[in-house]
């Protein structure tokens, strides 16, 4: 017969699995934004969603002690790259819209 403190000291500690599923979405999102940079209207917010994504699951990963996974920071890394392509390729057709017109 056991006791209740023999009870309690063989009690199994159940720990929440760790939630990725804001670093997977920012690395899908990092990944399209980053392909599909050639259409401003599409591939920025796609990037932008994918930072915002991947600095909550950073926040999450910091606020419970754990390691920040690749996948989060490649969406991070992605996004940004993303951003910028986006913004590049919507000055250069801002750019040629205005020069085209110059020219009419």
Sequence with gaps: MTTPNEAAAEAVIVTQPHATSFGTA?????????LLFIVPYVGLPLA??????SSRQKTR???????ILMKTT????LGIIGIVL???VG??????G?????WA
């Excluded at 932008?48 to 994504?53: D, F, G, K, M, N």
């Excluded at 000055?91 to 040629?96: G, T």
């Design 26 to 34: 920012s690395l899908v999102l990092g990944i399209l934004g980053t």
């Design 48 to 53: 932008i969603a994918a930072v915002v994504l």
């Design 61 to 67: 990963d910091r606020e419970a002690g754990e390691a």
């Design 74 to 77: 490649a969406g991070t890394i």
């Design 86 to 88: 986006s913004i590049i």
């Design 91 to 96: 000055l250069v057709l801002v750019f040629l």
């Design 98 to 102: 205005w020069a085209t017109a110059s």
